[in-house]
Nanobody
Framework: QVQLLESGGGLVQAGGSLRLSCAAS????????MCWFCHAPGQARAFVAY????????QYADSLQGRFTISRDNAKNTVYLEMNSLKPEDTAVYYC???????????????WGQGTRVTVSS
């Protein structure tokens, strides 16, 4: 089990950028696939991106069209989400999650952070 704490959310204008961070506790961070999900008002929780244990492989939601980049630093027990060219429709609470496999289903991830809110104004 790993404890996760997100940070970096906030209010930004459309076209701007944010960098989200997710710090993990424990010594086994590198054993987990790390994933970002988002939960927008009135919508189901949605997959954003995941990154493999060593960081060598990543996958993104098709809708992002290359605007976001996920990365991780296993020495710092931290995963990041660089968000560029933000749009109002990116407004959501963003959660990081840890799991054992490279999957996009939220049910596959067993540890979750509390989330960080991103609001993009038009």
């Amino acid at each position: 089990q790993v404890q996760l704490l997100e940070s970096g959310g906030g209010l930004v204008q459309a076209g701007g950028s944010l960098r989200l961070s997710c710090a993990a506790s424990g010594r086994t961070f590198s054993r987990y696939v790390m994933c970002w999900f988002c939960h927008a008002p009135g919508q189901a929780r949605a997959f954003v991106a995941y990154i493999s244990w060593s960081g060598g492989m990543a996958q993104y939601a098709d809708s992002l069209q290359g605007r976001f980049t996920i990365s991780r630093d296993n020495a710092k027990n931290t995963v990041y989400l660089e968000m560029n060219s933000l749009k109002p429709e990116d407004t959501a609470v963003y959660y990081c999650a840890a799991g054992p496999r490279l999957l996009v289903l939220s049910a596959e991830y067993h540890d979750w952070g509390q989330g960080t809110r991103v609001t993009v104004s038009s």
